[in-house]
């Protein structure tokens, strides 16, 4: 009660509440960190095909100090669970980012992934959209792709694909359909780069 206290005292202090509306809001936010981290770590793991498994740092041991696991000591999760739900989806599009933060007006390289463990086979489109910060429409492209499926669980199905950031900077946001022969879509993905101005 003690350590709430003194964390409350410094969130009032600091005038959070604008940003974080609660000190609840405030440690969300920082938990999402480490179900991003270990989110990421999963997807990684998935794409390249070859391991069995991966083990997620989860517990924390110690009362006061909370490093890199996703739940507390009591094992409260630190951050919404669909953070991490979303990389361990069956069948999703991983986007890689070759940069994660550039300057506005450049191009990003993307490679661009299927996690595929509900055997999806044969030939496909991938839809792309790219939209800016303020949701204005950066880019759009379809690709031919070929999914091979079978043991094949993770695959890279488009290399090297060059996004357009456009001149404002701020949050981008990559989209991804993956549609079947019909134009059914069977998957989805999306990603988020940060763009700066000079």
Known sequence: MQQYKE?????????LSPYFSTL???????????LEHQGRKIENVRINNTA????????????LDNHSGVVDCYRNPKADPA???YYNQP?????????QVVKASEKVLTDFYIVNEKE????????????????????????????????????LIAEGIEIPTGKVGGMC???????????KEVATGREFFLTVNN
């Open 7 to 15: 964390f409350a005292n410094y969130f009032d202090s600091k005038k």
């Open 120 to 155: 999806l086979k044969g030939s496909h489109i991938l839809s792309l959209v790219v939209k800016d910060t303020l949701g204005a429409e950066l880019f759009q492209k379809e690709i031919p792709v070929n999914i091979i499926g079978g043991e094949v669980y993770g695959q």
């Open 24 to 34: 609840d809001g405030l440690t969300q936010a920082m938990g999402k960190v480490s």
């Open 52 to 63: 069995d498994g991966y083990t997620v740092n989860g517990w924390e041991a110690e009362i």
């Open 91 to 99: 069948l999703y599009v991983a986007i890689k980012t070759r940069q």
């Open 83 to 85: 953070i991490l739900a």
């Open 173 to 183: 946001k990559i989209s991804a359909v993956l549609k079947d022969a019909s134009g």
